[in-house]
T-cell receptor, first 109, second 114 residues
Framework: KQEVTQIPAALSVPEGENLVLNCSFT??????LQWFRQDPGKGLTSLLL?????REQTSGRLNASLDKSSGRSTLYIAASQPGDSATYLC????????FGTGTRLKVLA | DAGVIQSPRHEVTEMGQEVTLRCKPI?????LFWYRQTMMRGLELLIY????????DSGMPEDRFSAKMPNASFSTLKIQPSEPRDSAVYFC????????????FGSGTQLSVL
């Protein structure tokens, strides 16, 4: 059974720090990996999509990388801001995405 | 674009009642997904439609759940009869082609079955 694990479950950092969120998956034949952000009481917003033939994607202060051989993806957030506070989820799959349980991030002003 | 639109935002009902959740996907998207999110189980895919046709309903928990997509701009998820364990946030999401595409989520319906 495919599983997606995210560590840590929660993280608090001071504003301005660079941070890394981790996602690991058991499916070696990974197709695509997406990182999402979820604010309390809201839906999910897709941040970055890494397709199977790619190794990383960047958008502004966010960079996501994918290492299929180790079954890991990381989301790097540069110069964190209080507005980055949210839950970050990774999901692996094709159309049938398997979601991790998320990392709750709090950036302190 | 208004994004994926779900209604209602909140639904409180009593056990045994029928519940219908509604979704309007983003115009031009041909894939639609219903997800359920709970603290215990996280996000689970319930059903996936492509071009209005159900492709994978293996995540539908039991016969009390049914979903339809009568046209490209509307889908419903029905629970009948509802039970307290159905309480969760139900999300609808759409994507342009389904495979290898970004998912766009609605704001969800918070369902409470008393």
């Amino acid at each position: 059974k495919q599983e997606v694990t995210q560590i840590p479950a929660a993280l608090s950092v001071p504003e301005g720090e660079n941070l890394v969120l981790n996602c690991s998956f058991t499916d070696s034949a990974i197709y695509n990996l997406q990182w999402f952000r979820q604010d309390p009481g809201k839906g999910l917003t897709s941040l970055l999509l890494i397709q199977s033939s790619q190794r990383e994607q960047t958008s502004g202060r966010l960079n996501a990388s994918l290492d299929k051989s180790s079954g890991r993806s990381t989301l790097y957030i540069a110069a964190s801001q209080p507005g980055d506070s949210a839950t970050y989820l990774c999901a692996e799959g094709t159309y049938k995405y398997i979601f991790g349980t998320g990392t709750r991030l709090k950036v302190l002003a | 674009d208004a994004g994926v639109i779900q209604s209602p935002r909140h639904e409180v009902t009593e056990m045994g009642q029928e519940v219908t959740l509604r979704c309007k996907p983003i115009s031009g998207h041909n894939s639609l997904f219903w997800y359920r999110q709970t603290m215990m189980r996280g996000l689970e895919l319930l059903i996936y439609f492509n071009n209005n046709v159900p492709i994978d309903d293996s995540g539908m928990p039991e016969d009390r759940f049914s979903a339809k997509m009568p046209n490209a701009s509307f889908s419903t998820l029905k629970i009948q009869p509802s039970e307290p364990r159905d309480s969760a946030v139900y999300f609808c999401a759409s994507s342009q082609r389904g495979v290898g595409e970004k998912l766009f989520f609605g704001s969800g319906t918070q369902l409470s079955v008393l």
